[in-house]
Every structure is written in structure tokens, then in C-alpha cells.
């Protein structure tokens, strides 16, 4: 496998993934569309205020007897249902993103593997594992993902043998188009994902959730962190009651009803690991020279 179709194949993923991004959005929209024609005809009708839209049953059946109980029944009305929209599209968010990172890693490792199977002085010794070195020009790109897959510490291992590598990688992640330090964003993104699969898109303190994504990105000097770290974390969280948990929605940056324009925090984080990913691919296109398909 060569650098372009490693590069070409995770593009169509992510592409897939901004896609799918996109059709939730759109879904979104209508639903919500016709929930605002409802509270507008709430106005209109006085007898519809109140009426709840929609009663939910939740049951299971009994493990010894079989017989259905419920377990809880919720009515909801248009303010319920607009709450509920929201919420949901924005876990939907929530998932897409962390599959975007997983797809990121899984570029890393193919990358990583790339580069030890075209240049023999790219990994470390310990990477081989116990291999003979008169082996290793027998050794195909599979042999390097699967061996890449089991690297110590990656996929921070891995990134930090890229910065060593390639001597322009660590200048572009400080001074970028951005302005923002691309590897306190990855950083920030893959912690993001951690919370997302393994508690609900939720963490209890996002200071501490921040001192966490410093320390890692090396940034968190003598418990200070620049208030511009703070606030790349902090857009990515929700306000007041929703303080502690991840909010990926569109951000409105007029008022204006007829032509309204967003911000949207997905499609930065996304596109902070796509302008990444493209750097790998032109920091291999000028450091490693291919000798091997």
C-alpha cells in the first residue's frame, strides 16, 4: 500500500462520516421545523396549549413468570420533544466524532506502518520485536500494521516518533493557519472521544478535563495553562446546567431570521484532524523516500 491510497482511504471515511453528519443534521432540522409550526399554532389555537404530542410506555417482561411490567412512562410536549431533538442530535454528534478520531488512529498506525517498511531507520529496534534483522527486508506492509498496532504507548508513541522525523511537523503544530497548537487539539479531541464512548459525552469537572488535555499535550506549565487552551476546550462544552457535558451543536452567529449563519463545532474538530492527517501525508511525501509498494 502507498502513502496516496493510505491518504485517499481516509479521506472517503471521513468523508462518509461528515455524510452522515450531515443527513442527522438535515433530519434535525425538519423535525424541529415542524415542531416550531406546532408551538406557533399553540398560539393561534389556545385549546392545543398544553396538549402533550406524544406518552411513552417503557415495559420488560419478568425473567421467572414472563409477565410485561413498566419501568417508566414519560408524556411529552413540544417543549419536551424540541429538549429531546436537540439532545439527541447532539449525541449523534457525540458518536460521529468519535468515530472520526478512531478513524484518525487507524491513519496513524497505517502511516507509521508505512514509514517503517520504506525506511529501515525510521523505527526503533524495540518495534520489530524478535525478528532477525536479516528478516526485516522480507517483511511486507501488513507484518508493519500489525507490529505498528502493538507500538508501546501509541498512538502518542507514534506521533511523538513523527515529530522526531520529520523536522517541520512540530513548528506547523504551533504556528498554523489556525492559530490554535494542533497537538493540544488532538489531544483534546481524543480525550473528548474517551469521554463520549466510555461516559455518556460527560465529565465532572471540565477544569479537570482541561488540566488532563494540557498535561498530556505538554502545555501545562507549572499548573498554568494559556486562557487560549481554555477556550478551545471550553466551546466544546455546553453552558449552565449543561456545563459538564460535550455540546457539538451549530452555534448561531447572527440574529438575523432570514439568512442565519452557524458555527459548526463538529466540522472544527473535524477539520482540525483532517489539516493533520494532510500534514502526515506531506511530511511522508517529503522525508520518506518509497522503496517498497
Known amino acids: 500500500m502507498n502513502i496516496k491510497d493510505i491518504w485517499l482511504n481516509y479521506s472517503e471515511r471521513i468523508a462518509e462520516i461528515e455524510l452522515f ?9 425538519a423535525e424541529l421545523k415542524a415542531l416550531l409550526q406546532y408551538a406557533e399554532n399553540e398560539g393561534a389555537y389556545p385549546e392545543l396549549k398544553g396538549v402533550r404530542l406524544s406518552s411513552h410506555n417503557m415495559t420488560f417482561r419478568d425473567a421467572r413468570s414472563g409477565q410485561v411490567s413498566s419501568y417508566h412512562y414519560r408524556t411529552m410536549s413540544a417543549d419536551d420533544r424540541e429538549s429531546e431533538a436537540l439532545f439527541r442530535k447532539n449525541r449523534q454528534y457525540q458518536w460521529l466524532l468519535a468515530e472520526a478520531y478512531e478513524e484518525f488512529e487507524d491513519y496513524l498506525f497505517k502511516v ?12 526503533p529496534l524495540c518495534d520489530y520485536g524478535n525478528i532477525k534483522l536479516s528478516e526485516r527486508d522480507k517483511l511486507d506492509f501488513n507484518w508493519h500494521l500489525q507490529q505498528a498496532n502493538k507500538k508501546k504507548g501509541a498512538p502518542k508513541s507514534i506521533l511523538e516518533t513523527f515529530r522526531k522525523s520529520f523536522p517541520q511537523l512540530q513548528y506547523i503544530e504551533s504556528k498554523n493557519y489556525f492559530d490554535v497548537n494542533l497537538e493540544f487539539a488532538i489531544v483534546l479531541i481524543e480525550k473528548l472521544r474517551h469521554l463520549i464512548v466510555h461516559n455518556c459525552g460527560r465529565t465532572i469537572s471540565i477544569e479537570d478535563f482541561t488540566d488532563l488535555v494540557a498535561k498530556e ?3 501545562f506549565n507549572n499548573g498554568k495553562i494559556l486562557i487560549g487552551h481554555k477556550q478551545l476546550v471550553e466551546q466544546f462544552f455546553g453552558k449552565d446546567k449543561y456545563r459538564n457535558l460535550i455540546a457539538l451543536l451549530e452555534i448561531p452567529i447572527n440574529s438575523d431570521p432570514s439568512f442565519r449563519t452557524y458555527v459548526c463545532r463538529f466540522g472544527m474538530l473535524i477539520e482540525f484532524l483532517m489539516s493533520y492527517s494532510h500534514l502526515l501525508y506531506e511530511m511522508v511525501n517529503i522525508y520518506i523516500k518509497p522503496t517498497k509498494a
Open 21 to 29: 453528519q450531515r443527513a442527522v443534521k438535515s433530519a434535525s432540522s
Open 217 to 219: 499535550a505538554g502545555v
Open 112 to 123: 507509521y506502518a508505512y514509514c517503517g517498511l520504506n525506511d529501515a531507520n525510521f523505527w
